[in-house]
Each structure stands twice: as structure tokens, then as C-alpha cells.
């Protein structure tokens, strides 16, 4: 991984604090997003992410979501936001990141925070002792830490989705969305009873994985 992208999967960044605030508007609606310094584009909420949240599918009926590797939550205050009767997890393993997490949470859910929940840890560990099954978990990848760590995570990904769950995820295409979706195809269709890429826009692919 390149130096410049370390401090954003670890677990307390070393760079200095400096405090943005980043508007933007999605699905119609304006967020404002409390972001720092030492958590993924902290200047701007990233294309990749951008792109994935105006163009995911939305559940059908309440239930449990996930927001995995949340950053400073965009994914998981949308899906909150548009989805007043779910709970909705929000989890990463950056402390900074979750601090602007639950900032965004208090200032653009003030009246539903009571079913949004932060936990810090990696991945599923925070989840390890709770008995939860998602309807649908969501998650922009850090895939500067390489394809083989998500891939693994594809594989356990079933056991955490109730039936027909969806895991939907964003890949650049020049980070590899089309080695991922063979790799998929060829090696995971037995977890999933669907494995969809469901949106390609300005260089993202936008998959959807149905569990069975």
C-alpha cells in the first residue's frame, strides 16, 4: 500500500488533525458530512462512493443493514436516512473516522439515531458475540490492501445475510472489477444464488451478490 494510504486502515492515524466539512447532496437530500484529517477523502466525498450510494438498491422491508469499513459513514447515514425503520451498523477499524461518524450521525439523523449503531473493530470482529443477520450489507473496499483480503471476505460474507441477502459493493474498474467478477463467478457461486454486476458509471462497477 502506498505510504500516503497507511493511516487509513489503521486504527489510530499518525497524521496531524485538521477538521473539514464536506456538503453534498444525495438522493435528493443534503448532507453534511464532519470529516478529518487521517480518514479516507476527507476533502470530498469520494466518486467511487458517490456513485455507489445514489445507485445501490434499497431493501424492500425493515431489518438489519451494514455499512462495512464505513470511513466517516456517508453509506450508512443514507441508508438511515432512507430507511427510518431499519437498524443500521456502521463498522471500522479507524477511531478517527468513527469519531466523524457519530458527529454526522447526531447532526443528519438528530431524530433516528436511536437505530444507528457504531462499533469499532475489523470487519465482522465487532459482530462476533451478537446474533445479527443483515438483509443487506454495503461496502466500498479498501482494495489498496489487496484483492486476496476481500476476496476471503466475499467468501465469509453469506454467513452474516439472512436469505436472499444482498452484499453490494463498489469496484474501479482499473483496480480490477472484471478480475473480481470472474474470480467471483468461477470460485463463490455456490455461496450466492445471484452475482449481478448491477451499474457501471464513470469507471465503477457496482456489483450485487444475492446469498442463498
Not at 458527529?103 to 465482522?124: A, D, M, P, Q, T
Not at 474501479?172 to 451499474?199: D, P, R, W
Amino acid at each position: 500500500m502506498e505510504k500516503k494510504n497507511q493511516h487509513y486502515s489503521s486504527q489510530f492515524p499518525n497524521v496531524g488533525v485538521k477538521v473539514f466539512t464536506v456538503p453534498v447532496s444525495l438522493h435528493r437530500h443534503l448532507y453534511l458530512f464532519k470529516t478529518v484529517t487521517g480518514v479516507f477523502s476527507y476533502k470530498k466525498l469520494d466518486l467511487g462512493t458517490k456513485v455507489f450510494i445514489e445507485h445501490m438498491t434499497l431493501p424492500k422491508k425493515e431489518g438489519y443493514l451494514l455499512d462495512l469499513g464505513c470511513g466517516y459513514g456517508a453509506i450508512g447515514i443514507v441508508l438511515a436516512y432512507l430507511n427510518p425503520r431499519s437498524s443500521v451498523y456502521l463498522i471500522d477499524t479507524n477511531r478517527r473516522a468513527l469519531w466523524c461518524t457519530r458527529e454526522n450521525i447526531r447532526h443528519n439523523l438528530s431524530e433516528r439515531s436511536g437505530k444507528v449503531i457504531v462499533l469499532h473493530g475489523s470487519y465482522f470482529k465487532p459482530l462476533q458475540n451478537k446474533n445479527i443477520k443483515f438483509e443487506a450489507i454495503y461496502m466500498n473496499p479498501p482494495l489498496r490492501n489487496g484483492r486476496k483480503e476481500f476476496l476471503a471476505l466475499c467468501k465469509d460474507m453469506p454467513t452474516f445475510l439472512k436469505r436472499n441477502g444482498q452484499f453490494q459493493f463498489v469496484i474501479k474498474k482499473k483496480m480490477g472489477a472484471n478480475y473480481i467478477y470472474n474470480y467471483l463467478i468461477q470460485n463463490l457461486s455456490s455461496l450466492y444464488e445471484k452475482i449481478n454486476v448491477t451499474f457501471k458509471r464513470s469507471g465503477y462497477w457496482i456489483f450485487s451478490l444475492v446469498s442463498i
